[in-house]
């Protein structure tokens, strides 16, 4: 089945359209270089070649060496991978910093590891869903093993000072990781500048199929693999490497670094057209997140008395795709937790809808989704 001509695809922080590159890319791994990468044999390691070429490309987007990426199934694989991980390092060690408006890779697995013995302290945010820095450093105590923080928030955009947040795991001497899932393609990337010690991927965010993603490890930095077998990813990741996939990943963030300014400022532009235009025609539309300090694609709305659910259901009759939240927690009947967070209410959270754009996003279709979000507004406020 395929999309719809008149779709308007305004939900990228949930997955993105594959670039036709990319899967051109892919293809010879699909078809006809089908071997197994850690083979001895001539046929198995052109494949192994490829899977190096991608490992270069993803470091080149990155900013770090190539022996620093490790391929993973998704995202939320290289989160727990990288919390697993910190955990292993020292016993003596059993404590965790993390913030209540993490994704679920984080948020899930820290509640699991607190049903374990560990403890883990949880950062609030304020009304634009930024962390205090006094308190995030007096959290990080003697026997914290890891800070964890995402660099942008994936519901409203959010950008923590990460490198506020370094240097406090720096000064307190504490592994750094940050899910930088939204963040990669969008924002650029100096891992040879920073201090942080993990770093988690997910090519889906950055028009590659769902299925791969990357952890970054500094190469300075004991790491215990999650998934234990063979001797792939120079021994840091058991199993058989999803090389088209992997290929189209490494694709994805060359083409993303060759762009990246241009392909930012083009999102930028939309959002802010969109943005612009909603709360200017809806009444009681407002912003939620930091203004300021966001992704250039992001924006979360929320609509003063109107039913996110609803306006999500009459948007997508009219082929516009947007969010209530997480594509990870859609199917919870839960407030975002990100708001709640924020400190808004129930309601308020329950009237919220997330846009995110997209290279593949045009201003038409975007003055083309605004006219349906004013249409459904009027027929919900109608009732």
Known sequence: MTAPHSLIYLDNNATTRVDPAVLEAMLPYLTELYGNPSSAYRFGKQVDTALETARTQVAGLLGCEPQEIVFTSCGTEATNAAILSALSADPDRQHIVTTRVEHSATLKMCETLAKRGVEITWLGVDSKGQLDLEETRKAVRADTALLTAMWANNETGTLFPIDALQRIAREKGVYFHSDAVQVAGKLPLQMRQADIQFLSLSGHKLHCPKGVGALYINRKTRFSPFLVGGSQENGKRGGTQNVASIVGFGKACELAAATLQ???????????HFEG???????????NGDPVHRLPNTTNLAFANIDS????????????????GSACTSGSVHPSHVLKAMGHSDAHARSSLRFSFSKFNSLAETDHAVAALLKAVAKIRSL
Do not use: K, M, W, Y
């Open 262 to 272: 241009a392909d930012a400022e083009h999102v930028r532009v939309l959002r802010d």
């Open 277 to 287: 235009r909603v709360l200017a025609e809806v009444t009681g539309a407002s912003v």
């Open 309 to 324: 659910e609803a306006l999500l259901l009459l948007l997508d009759d009219q082929g516009v795709c947007c969010s209530a």
